[in-house]
């Protein structure tokens, strides 16, 4: 980004902010990763926030304006959330549409989270926090979202959703399509829709030394079975090397579970849980084909991206051992 | 081959330990993880070059089993095309149905298949 570019949004965040009462010199520090959302540290006037906004040129699938509706909506029902500062649209002083929001103190890096000394207590206390939190989302009700339900069946759309995201790149990947075969023949009984974040897992969470302080990255949030957002938090890949705790790395699945259900979850069936942990193997096999097409295609060229082509048979070999356990 | 020593494989080896031994210290903190993606990489491509051919043959052989078709071997260079054309025609099969009414025994084949990725890109992975 040039620096012209980066002026007119400092100009744009300091204007946001004056328009608040909090005038005074903005600094901006552009943080590294996010695929699909622009993350700046905005320092005011001895404050830090944050400013999330799609990037230019690209349109993001989920409006900015939702999201910041969750967000809000997730932290009155006391889901450990950041405080929306404000939303601004496409085409003003943030260039793209944006979210200005309160920054939350605290480590989210999930190898420091599970290595670092001075999580010790974090890491003991996260599983229970985990379940606490999830309940609260999946209680929140449909109605006050502004989501709209999955049109027609919704299990089906999911899995034609996931097969369309493949077709696009035309990656011939058999266990991928075995899995989708097994997902079609393996459909959990219909349920409850509720609130489901779409990417509740280490990485995503905000934590400090006592443990979790906020959930962040909402754009995947959607409508529908809410046992999706457990099976995705438990998938081998995001326990990153800690692979006998289920729970994000830290923490088996009981103490969680408990937690989720002393504050109003309902306790998923087994099959269900495995259904959607088949589901989330998939999902991140698909996901990673797509970041190395990324790279091949020239979207975007970088080495770390291709390098996760070479890991797709990770999250499918953990598929093909969870449908090869008789139920 | 009319190269001299090292050989690819040893080329490899020798900037993964550069890479991890010696930029892992002085690359900035947050250009620390890209570096350790970069010597991976470079264990991944050695790994791939000492395994040959012989993956590539044998997950021929299981898609003509499973497609219930004999494929010729061709040699060398088209190998890997080969093995490429066979695996979209099964993944076309699979999405089509045809594995329907035997999922097990198509999962028990590529158990296979993507244990022999692993022992390229993440040996070890498939044993954890």
Not at chain 1, 225 to 245: A, H, K, Q, T
């Amino acid at each position: 980004m040039g620096d012209s570019e980066e002026g007119a949004l400092r100009a744009g965040v300091a204007d946001v902010l004056a328009e608040r009462g909090r005038a005074g010199d903005v600094e901006l520090v552009r943080i590294p990763g996010g695929a699909s959302r622009e993350t700046w540290l905005v320092e005011a006037g001895g404050e830090r926030l944050v400013l999330r906004r799609d990037p230019p040129g690209s349109e993001s699938l989920v409006p900015q304006e939702g999201e910041a509706r969750l967000i809000r909506l997730a932290g009155e029902h006391g889901v450990p959330a950041p405080e929306i500062l404000h939303f601004e649209p496409a085409d003003r002083r943030f260039g793209t549409a944006g979210i200005l929001m309160e920054h939350v103190a605290g480590e989210s890096v999930a190898p420091r989270l599970l290595r670092k000394p001075g999580f010790e207590r974090a890491r003991a206390n996260l599983p229970a926090q985990l379940g606490e939190a999830l309940a609260k989302i999946h209680a929140i009700p449909v109605g006050e979202t502004g989501l709209e339900e999955p049109a027609g069946e919704p299990v089906g759309s999911a899995i034609e959703e996931w097969e369309r995201m493949l077709d696009q790149i035309s990656e011939p990947l058999p266990a991928v399509e075995a899995g989708l075969r097994w997902l079609r023949a393996n459909p959990p009984p219909p349920t409850r829709t509720a609130l489901v974040h779409g990417d509740f897992r280490l990485g995503n969470f905000i934590v400090g030394g006592d443990g979790l302080q906020a959930v962040i990255d909402w754009e995947l949030a959607h409508l529908g079975d809410p046992v999706e957002d457990i099976g995705w938090l438990c998938i081998r890949s995001w326990r990153f090397g800690n692979d006998d705790l289920p729970v994000a790395g830290v923490g088996a699945l009981e103490p969680f579970l408990d937690a989720y259900v002393r504050a109003g979850g309902s306790p998923p069936e087994p099959e269900r849980l495995r259904f959607w942990e088949v589901f989330g193997n998939l999902k991140w096999a698909v996901i990673c084909a797509r970041q190395a097409h990324d790279h091949l295609s020239g979207v975007r060229r970088s080495h770390e991206l291709a390098s996760l082509g070479r890991r797709i048979c990770e999250p499918e070999w953990d598929m093909l051992e969870l449908i090869g356990v008789d139920a | 081959m009319t190269q001299d020593r090292p050989d690819a494989a040893e080329l490899l080896d020798a900037l993964a330990e550069f890479l991890y031994a010696d930029v892992r210290g002085w690359a900035p903190r947050e250009k620390r993880f890209q570096v350790l993606v970069a010597a991976n990489l470079c264990a991944v491509v050695a790994r791939q070059l000492r395994a040959g051919e012989e993956p590539l043959r044998s997950d021929l052989a299981l898609f003509g089993e499973l497609l219930g078709t004999e494929l010729e071997v061709p040699a060398g260079d088209e190998l890997p095309a080969a093995v490429r054309r066979a695996e979209r025609r099964l993944a076309e099969e699979i999405r089509r149905g045809a594995f329907d009414a035997r999922l097990d025994q198509l999962i028990a084949g590529l158990r296979q298949h993507v244990r022999r990725k692993l022992d390229v890109a993440r040996p070890g992975y498939a044993d954890e």
